[in-house]
C-alpha cells in the first residue's frame, strides 16, 4: 500500500473540500511505487513522469549508487567488480524502500537479490515489460550498460529469460510498454492505482 504527501491508499481516491479528486498516498516513512523491469523498459523515463503527475519524488537506485561513489556504473564493474557493485546496489535499495516516498525506479538486476526481493513486500511493484525491438531503441545497448557489452541482443534476451519469472513474479501488476510513449505507460499506473486493479502476486 503506498502512502504520500497528498496521496492515501493506493487505488484511493478521495474529494478534497472543494470537491475535487485529489489521490492519496499518506506520508508514511518507506512507502512508494517500485518500477522494476530490464534495461530498456524506461523505469527512469517513466518514474519521472509518474512522479511528476503523483507529485512525489522519484528516486533512482542506479543513479543513487552513482552518486554515493563518485563514478559511473560502469566504472565501478570495471574497478571493483560486478559482486561490489551488487553490493552498493542491494545496500541502496534496503535504504530507499526503508526512507523513500514515492516512485522508486530499481535496477534491472537488483532484483535477483532474495533481500532486495523481499524487502519489496508491502510495496506496490509495476514491471514494466518490454521487448527487445523497443530496449534496443530506447538504450542503444551502449556501453554504459556493462552486462550488454558483447553481443548485446543475445546477451540482453539471455538476461530478459532469466530474470522475466523474477520480475512476474514479484508485480504486483505488469504494464506492456511496446510502443507507447512514457506518459501513455504513466498514465495506464495512475490508473490502475485509482481504479485498485493491483492484480494478484505471486509469492
Known amino acids: 500500500m503506498v502512502r504520500g ?18 489521490r492519496d498516498t499518506g506520508s ?38 552513482e552518486e554515493q561513489q563518485g563514478r559511473s556504473i560502469s566504472d565501478i564493474f570495471m574497478d571493483d567488480g560486478e559482486p561490489r557493485f551488487r553490493e552498493l546496489e542491494a545496500a541502496e ?13 530499481v535496477g534491472g538486476g537488483a532484483v535477483m537479490d532474495p533481500a532486495s526481493a523481499a524487502g519489496l513486500a508491502g510495496h506496490l511493484v509495476v514491471f514494466l515489460d518490454v521487448g527487445i525491438a523497443d530496449a534496443a531503441k530506447r538504450v542503444g545497448f551502449n556501453s554504459s550498460r556493462p552486462l550488454l557489452v558483447v553481443n548485446p541482443r543475445a546477451q540482453w534476451t539471455r538476461m530478459m529469460d ?38 494478484d502476486r505471486r509469492e
Not at 492515501?8 to 474529494?15: K, Y
Not at 509518474?50 to 519524488?57: I, Q, S
Not at 512476474?168 to 510498454?177: Q, S, Y
Open 162 to 199: 532469466l530474470r522475466r519469472p523474477t520480475y512476474e513474479r514479484l508485480a504486483t501488476f505488469t504494464v506492456l510498454t511496446a510502443g507507447r510513449t512514457p506518459q501513455e505507460i504513466a498514465a495506464e499506473i495512475v490508473h490502475l492505482l485509482e481504479s485498485g486493479q493491483t492484480g
Open 5 to 22: 504527501e497528498d496521496f492515501g491508499p493506493v487505488g484511493e481516491v478521495r474529494t478534497g473540500a472543494a470537491g475535487a479528486a485529489t
Open 93 to 105: 535499495v534496503a535504504k530507499s524502500l526503508a526512507c523513500h516516498v514515492g516512485v522508486l525506479s
Open 28 to 65: 508514511a516513512a518507506g512507502s512508494c511505487v517500485v518500477l522494476i523491469g530490464p534495461p530498456g523498459s524506461g523505469k527512469t523515463t517513466v518514474g519521472r513522469v509518474l512522479a511528476a503527475t503523483l507529485g512525489v519524488e522519484l528516486r533512482d537506485t542506479d543513479q543513487a549508487v
